[in-house]
């Protein structure tokens, strides 16, 4: 689905990755679900494009929601996987600490684990090759997205800041849809490694210049990165 000039939403709601398309090439920003990659077929068909065309992938943090086809890209077609060397582990392995899931409704629970299992969330395959990437990097990809720390839902979780998308992809730094509880509006993820520290490290995505923030899970927000964290931080 596209969302703005180069900038395309595969997914929904539930959860999310996006695509970044440019003369010179695509970037992808997350792989979803292994069922994702339908979706991204389709995605780069109504482009006229192939996989040929994308140059990279760029992982927001090493969760497997976000893994999706990203092993499939990379293995045969030769796609190279960025991902903060802070969860280079957990994307290869899935190695990750229990954290506490917070409340939850059923409704919404089961619809969430549902939708995983349509889009074959139990078959995931871990990166078994991957670029480490830094805060402050600017990678060498179409639209030169520029990397932003933000530890705290996990170790290396980054936000993606696009400026030729006018975007900033955050992964679960936030979302806008509590997949588990069904609330909408900017708020906490679940599944979070260390809450407190997700909270600070909103500082770092405020003073970007973007009009769309991006989760992994929820609705596109169109407003400046500033707005969404603070009204991630009152909720």
Known sequence: MRLAPHLHRLGNDIVACYLIDTPEGITLIDAGLPGHWQDLQD??????????DIRGLILTHGDSDHLGFAERLRSTHGVPVFVHAGDAV??????KPKVAAGPM??????????????????RTRYVKEVTEIADGDVLDLPGSPVIVGMPGHSPGSVAVHVP??????VGDALTTRHVL??????????????????????????GLQASWVLPGHGAPWHASPAEIADATRKA
């Open 90 to 95: 957990r994307a290869r392995t899935g190695q």
């Open 43 to 52: 995605e780069l068909r109504s482009l006229g494009k192939t996989e040929d």
């Open 181 to 206: 509880t069904g609330r909408t509006g900017p708020q906490p993820a679940p599944f979070t490694d260390d809450p407190a520290e997700a909270l600070a490290s909103l500082d770092r995505i405020a």
């Open 105 to 122: 409704r059923i409704g919404p629970t089961v619809g969430f684990f549902a939708y995983s299992l349509r889009k074959n969330g139990l």
């Open 164 to 169: 030729i998308a006018d975007a900033v992809c």
